[in-house]
């Protein structure tokens, strides 16, 4: 079964990730940001060693969003982010392909041992099955 799996941050956290601390999150120095690539990096790496690994991203800052909806008459609308109605957003994911859901979550569990400055806001870590095809659908 494929699983995605998800992270989650806000504007404020990649501010903080590039130095500039705020009200909801400390100043990430370069020793913070090298412990958290490094412990990626060698999940990463075991996830491919296992098979486990089809894909995984970190995504650019939510100022980076366009965000393409409709008006009315159906017409199109393009809005740059970020958003200030939005809370979190997707941060970074891996597309896994595990036996089983208590498999993923051992990883999600993994994941949410990333090291970050005392102080940072945490987020769960979401799972999501991924349809294969229409036996899924049901």
Known sequence: MKYLVM??????????????????????????LQAMFEFMGALNNDLAESGELVDGQGLSEPAQTRLVDVDKEGRPVITDGPYGETKEVLAGYWVLECESLDRVTDIANRIQQCPVPAGSPLYPVVIRPIMGGPEDAS
Request: proline share 4%; hydrophobic share 25%; no cysteine.
């Open 7 to 32: 992270v989650q941050g806000t504007q404020a956290d990649y501010e903080a990730q590039s130095g500039k601390a705020n009200a909801t999150s400390p100043a990430w120095g370069e020793k913070d």
